[in-house]
């Protein structure tokens, strides 16, 4: 694997393995417009997995939050204390 940061942005040039078919596909895909190469294809590609991968950390870490009896209790008492300004009753501040 060879890892170099490219001066004129913040991408990085970094090698890897794919199987031949996924490469033969994105070059296809390539030649018939539909993605505007191979390199875009990939970055979609793992753009779309990292997005779905921080959605999973999220949603376990909001289910580990749910079972934190301090975390539950500041979460109620801020929700307490801003339910009048959600209600739009200003008066009271």
């Known amino acids: 694997m060879t890892m170099k940061k490219t ?4 991408n990085i040039r ?3 393995v794919l199987p031949a078919a996924y ?3 994105l070059k296809e895909l390539s030649q018939e ?3 505007p190469s191979v390199n875009q294809g990939i970055r979609e590609a793992v753009e779309a997995y990292l997005d779905a ?3 999973i950390r999220y949603e376990t870490q909001m ?4 079972k934190d ?3 539950m209790e500041r979460l109620t008492a801020a929700q307490e204390d801003f339910q009048t300004v959600d209600e739009g009753e200003m008066s009271v501040w």
Do not use: G, L
């Open 14 to 16: 970094y090698t890897t």
């Open 23 to 25: 490469v033969h596909e």
């Open 53 to 55: 991968q921080r959605k």
């Open 63 to 66: 289910r580990n939050a749910a």
């Open 33 to 35: 417009y539909i993605i």
């Open 7 to 10: 001066p004129e942005s913040d």
């Open 69 to 71: 009896k301090d975390f």
